[in-house]
């Protein structure tokens, strides 16, 4: 006796679909009852936590960073600069000359618009006089 290909379809379809709906009518036989858990008290905390950057010991929290002066360190204290991005800072400025604006600290590599907009607002350049 041989089967067709499309009775054997029929027949494969056939347990799909009984499996399909014992599983939908079995679906809760197997889950337990809920656990309620009920405590006595609420956890509260006693004083607030209010959290606030520390200013760096570097510089006061109005000071601007001077972009032809700062150290390493002191470039590491704005936001998105890392050690990484100082150093290309201070390598640039020595190749460069200095900063005649903060716009112009886009020149770096890795320092976009997105950075400097971060940042335009902590750092100043310092202008040197031409001496006789």
């Known amino acids: 006796m041989k089967i067709s290909k499309l009775e054997f379809l029929s027949v494969l379809l056939a347990v799909a679909f009984l499996s399909f709906t014992g599983g939908w009518f079995l679906r809760d036989a197997a889950c337990g009852e809920p656990v309620w858990v ?3 008290r609420t956890l509260v905390q006693e004083t ?3 959290l606030t950057p520390a200013p760096s010991q570097s510089q006061a929290p109005d ?3 001077d972009l032809n002066t700062a150290t390493a360190e002191e470039l590491m ?3 998105g600069i890392g050690e990484k991005r100082a150093a290309d800072i201070i ?3 020595e190749a ?7 716009e112009e600290l886009t020149r770096v590599k890795g320092i976009g618009e997105g950075i400097l907009a971060g940042l335009i607002d ?3 350049v310092s202008q040197k006089e031409d001496t006789p």
């Open 63 to 65: 000071e601007k960073v």
């Open 122 to 124: 902590q750092v100043t």
């Open 91 to 93: 390598a640039d400025r």
């Open 96 to 102: 460069n000359g200095p900063f005649r604006s903060p």
């Open 77 to 79: 204290t704005l936001p």
């Open 48 to 50: 607030p936590l209010v």
């Open 38 to 40: 009920e405590t006595d």
